[in-house]
């Protein structure tokens, strides 16, 4: 199993940036894909963006792309999203999750381990 702690999130205006941490700690860190979620008020949990192991391969919601970036320092146990050009329809509490899949993995169903969740508000 892997704990993972979210951190970064908070109020901003729309057009700037956030840059969202999660740090993992409990089975190897990298070994496992790593993926962002988010969900809004009312509606369903959705994928974001996702990252392999090694850090070389990532992939992208057509929402988010363009505008997102995921990263990761196995190093560090950390996996980062950051978020450039921030909209309104952004808003929503942003989780980060760890398996042990094939890559990519865009359904929530693939990642065992889940965070707490960091919630984004970008205001107009």
């Known amino acids: 199993q892997v704990q993972l702690v979210e951190s970064g999130g908070g109020l901003v205006q729309a057009g700037g940036s956030l840059r969202l941490s999660c740090v993992a700690s409990?089975?190897?860190?990298?070994?496992?894909?790593m993926g962002w979620f988010r969900q809004a008020p009312g509606k369903e949990r959705e994928f974001v963006a996702a990252?392999?192991?090694?850090?070389?391969?990532?992939y992208y919601a057509g929402s988010v792309k363009g505008r997102f970036t995921i990263s990761r320092d196995n190093a560090k146990n950390t996996a980062y999203l950051q978020m450039n050009s921030l909209k309104p329809e952004d808003t929503a509490v942003y989780y980060c999750?760890?398996?042990?899949?094939?890559?990519?993995?865009?359904?929530?169903?693939?990642?065992?381990?889940w965070g707490q969740g960091t919630q984004v508000t970008v205001s107009s």
């Open positions: 999750a760890a398996g042990l899949l094939v890559f990519p993995a865009t359904l929530e169903t693939l990642y065992p381990d």
């Open positions: 409990g089975r190897t860190f990298r070994n496992n894909a």
């Open positions: 990252i392999n192991w090694s850090g070389d391969s990532t």
